[in-house]
Nanobody, 114 residues
């Protein structure tokens, strides 16, 4: 069964940056489309970014220009770098395949606050 393990979150000041990591188990990672999602406080989980199997990215408008999604197929890893963070970027960040695996990881908490 595939597993997803997110890491790299923490407390960040407004204007700061983070780089999140997601380890993905499975033998076919290089063929997966992968996505990052955010669940803001009191809200549903929402899509943030996608990277295709051939490294084409896509972003939700609210993070476009501030976010970079990347992958390392040799390590079965996907990353999300975000800069110029805003308080509204606060939330639990998750990664998953697109289409999603049934089981999600535990996510990693990012809090943007001074």
């Amino acid at each position: 069964q595939e597993q997803l393990v997110e890491s790299g979150g923490g407390l960040v000041q407004p204007g700061g940056s983070f780089k999140l990591s997601c380890a993905v188990s499975g033998n076919d990672f290089s063929t997966y489309f992968m996505g990052w999602y955010r669940r803001a406080p009191g809200k549903q989980r929402w899509w943030i970014a996608t990277i295709t199997a051939d490294n084409q990215p896509a972003y939700v408008n609210s993070v476009k220009g501030r976010a970079t999604i990347s992958r390392d197929n040799a390590k079965n890893m996907v990353y999300l770098q975000m800069n110029n963070l805003k308080p509204e970027d606060t939330g639990v960040y998750y990664c998953n395949r697109i289409p999603a695996f049934v089981s999600w990881g535990q996510g990693t908490q990012v809090t943007v606050s001074s």
